[in-house]
């Protein structure tokens, strides 16, 4: 069975949960940008969590199905129609032999994600699927999709579906300020810049892609103008460059860099750094390593907690 792009959307790209393990060769994970989206929209349609989706971007695909499928579209808000009738988010439903999905403008967010029951089939490349940009590999030709693509969906092997509790979405946007750790140059900075940094709104800035946030605000400096080799980047590292203005480093990120990094974002809020929007408002607040790792821990539990049959 083949999905026809009618239209690609603004950038559209095949993604599971990325490619790990292979920084030290220069490697970005890639993956979904809200990795919590896609597996969620796997599940409802009986997919393993890191089963290739659509990663849509501001502007959703129109797409045609050439035979019946079940699909789930999960993420920030957006319209989706199938012909004339008005389709349903964070639910499995199926779309009938060459119908036409139609993903209108993202609001609420900047990313939303398309699950096909038994997943597009994509050649794996170093162990995943996800489209890797900047480095012209994985997903289709290592690019966003154009209008005439053919992507191919494999045959379930499961066809169980599942659905959501009432109301559970809701806490999957969490208020608040962003959960950071001390970065590994956490002591190139006086403890009033480091508390300002913590204090102070930033605003996304529309020089924002997947490879990183740049945000504007308070100046973070170092202490002194040293010189600092360059060393390998964690995911959600934020650095500071000469300007002082950080930038989140993210999903398609460099894996070496030569900026101090002053903190770095838990693994449990990267979803949320998905969903930033240009202009958006973003504070950051210290927890612990213990208390990243119960984040984590926590959020893996509301996971299984969200699915009834």
Not at 71 to 76: H, R, V
């Amino acid at each position: 069975m083949t999905v026809r792009v009618v239209k690609p959307g603004f950038f559209t790209t095949v993604q599971d949960r990325g490619r790990f393990g292979l920084a030290h060769l220069g490697i970005s994970p890639a993956g979904a940008a809200d990795a919590i989206s896609l597996r969620i929209a796997n599940r409802l349609v009986g997919n393993d969590d890191n089963t290739p989706g659509l990663e849509m971007t501001l502007l959703g695909a129109t797409l045609e199905f050439e035979k019946s499928a079940v699909i789930a579209i999960c993420g920030a808000s957006c319209e989706y129609s199938v012909g004339q009738k008005r389709a349903t988010a964070n639910v499995a439903f199926e779309i009938s032999d060459g119908e036409v999905l139609q993903c209108g403008s993202i609001t609420d967010g900047v990313r939303c994600y398309l699950a096909v029951q038994g997943g597009f089939d994509v050649s794996l490349v170093m162990g995943s699927a996800s489209t890797d940009v900047r480095g012209r590999f994985g997903g289709v030709e290592g690019r966003r999709l154009q209008g005439g693509d053919l992507l191919g969906v494999r045959k379930a092997e499961k066809t169980q579906t599942w659905r959501l509790r009432t109301g559970a979405m809701e806490s999957l946007r969490r208020d608040g300020p962003i959960r950071v750790t001390k970065g590994a140059q956490h002591d190139w900075f006086s403890p009033e810049t480091y508390a300002r940094f913590l204090g102070a709104p930033y605003a996304v800035s529309e020089q924002s892609d997947r490879a990183g946030l740049r945000l504007k605000g308070e100046t973070a400096s170092p202490r002194e103008k040293t010189q600092l080799l360059t060393d390998g980047i964690p995911l959600g590292a934020i650095q500071v460059p000469q300007d002082g203005q950080p930038i989140i480093l993210f999903v398609d990120q460099q894996t070496t860099g030569g900026y101090p990094k002053i903190a770095n974002v838990i693994a449990a809020d990267m979803h949320r750094i998905g969903q930033l929007r240009p202009r958006d408002e973003v504070r950051f607040t210290e927890v612990s390593m213990a208390e990243a790792l119960d984040a984590l821990r926590e959020q893996g539990r509301w996971l299984k907690s969200i699915f009834v049959v």
